[in-house]
């Protein structure tokens, strides 16, 4: 099975929910476009709406580079509210892992996405955001790939 999500050029709407401790899910809605420009390097641009009233925005633009066996990559990414980071990523038969780590920053912060394929065209995407060993945020959404 090949993914679709990060291998291949594309643009993605994502629709889901933020949550954050104590607080009810937010819904959330957005953009990622993947690009392939040489040969193993990717871009990933990434905007996403949290709330209804665009109560809070979030940018990144992933810089990648993938192992020449197609199933490790790493990259860099800047963050509008995280700031620079660096993350590793594997890629399964059904799903895409990835870890990160905020760089330049006092308190140890890292995260986690998985993006889980349902179908060529869908992704479920699983996301969190850790302080040392706290839990911080998590998101929930579904990447549905456009034409």
Known sequence: MTHSFLLQPGNWLINGHWL???SQPIPLTGTSIVTWKQSQWFTIVTEIT???ENERKLYGKYRGHL???GKYYTYVLKHNVL???EGEGWIG???IT???WVLGTSQRRTGFDTYYRLDEDTYHFSHGVLTGHNLNSTME???KRQF
């Open 98 to 100: 990835q870890c990160y």
């Open 83 to 85: 700031g620079n980071i």
């Open 93 to 95: 038969p059904q799903a």
């Open 141 to 143: 959404a579904t990447f």
């Open 50 to 52: 949290i709330g209804q």
């Open 20 to 22: 954050e401790h104590n």
């Open 67 to 69: 192992d020449f066996e």
